[in-house]
């Protein structure tokens, strides 16, 4: 390895590993949504090593671009409501989750770096497409169709209920009008 990618993978590990922390540690919802956005960039970084360009693209767009912009547009319209008293009590149960995360996280990587050591047959050949955009389309859309219909159906499912989240913390304005509207005079 060049020390240029050494540089950019260290950069983009600690980039994805403080977004994360911030995201678990802070008490604040908008400070939250920035550390998963810095989150989203190292990952996206790490795809651009793997050269794979186009997860990269697609990461910030789909996450980037338009999960962290819906968590900011929902934190905006609870407003205060969003954190609740016990959140601000106590961070010892977030950091609770990061530590047992960051236990899973070491599990997984002595995982990784024992399979690593043990002997592999070679890979299989792939075709000359394998990677493009043009072969992950026909991918999806061919024998992977029901795993991207049911994630768009569950991000539908999430915007609904985001939105849902937001209107049930607000006060009707039909309704204060309606308790105020006196009623009409019966005719004699």
Same mark, same amino acid.
């Given at each position: 390895?060049?020390?240029?990618?050494?540089?950019?993978? &260290?950069?983009?590990? !600690? @980039?994805?590993?403080? $977004?994360? =922390?911030?995201? #678990?540690?802070?008490?604040?919802?908008?400070?939250?949504?920035?550390?998963?956005?810095?989150?989203?960039?190292?990952?996206?970084?790490?795809?651009?090593?793997?050269?794979?360009?186009?997860?990269?693209?697609?990461?910030?767009?789909?996450?980037?671009?338009?999960?962290?912009?819906?968590?900011?547009?929902?934190?905006?319209?609870?407003?205060?409501?969003?954190?609740?008293?016990?959140?601000?009590?106590?961070?010892?149960?977030?950091?609770?989750? &990061?530590?047992?995360? !960051? @236990?899973?996280?070491? $599990?997984? =990587?002595?995982? #990784?770096?024992?399979?690593?050591?043990?002997?592999?047959?070679?890979?299989?050949?792939?075709?000359?497409?394998?990677?493009?955009?043009?072969?992950?389309?026909?991918?999806?859309?061919?024998?992977?169709?029901?795993?991207?219909?049911?994630?768009?159906?569950?991000?539908?499912?999430?915007?609904?209920?985001?939105?849902?989240?937001?209107?049930?913390?607000?006060?009707?304005?039909?309704?204060?009008?309606?308790?105020?509207?006196?009623?009409?005079? &019966?005719?004699?």
């Amino acid at each position: 390895m060049k020390y240029f990618e050494i540089a950019f993978f &260290a950069f983009n590990a !600690l @980039l994805t590993f403080g $977004g994360g =922390l911030i995201t #678990v540690g802070s008490r604040k919802p908008i400070r939250s949504a920035m550390g998963l956005l810095a989150t989203i960039f190292g990952i996206a970084g790490c795809y651009l090593l793997l050269a794979a360009d186009f997860l990269a693209a697609i990461q910030l767009i789909v996450y980037a671009g338009a999960v962290v912009i819906l968590f900011i547009f929902v934190v905006m319209l609870l407003g205060s409501a969003a954190v609740s008293p016990s959140d601000a009590r106590s961070a010892v149960p977030r950091y609770l989750g &990061a530590g047992v995360f !960051l @236990l899973s996280a070491v $599990g997984a =990587l002595g995982v #990784v770096i024992r399979a690593a050591t043990e002997k592999t047959e070679a890979p299989e050949t792939l075709s000359p497409g394998f990677g493009t955009v043009a072969e992950l389309g026909h991918e999806v859309f061919t024998s992977r169709i029901v795993p991207f219909e049911l994630t768009g159906a569950l991000l539908l499912v999430a915007v609904v209920g985001a939105m849902a989240v937001a209107r049930g913390k607000q006060i009707d304005p039909t309704r204060r009008l309606a308790k105020r509207a006196p009623e009409p005079e &019966a005719a004699e």
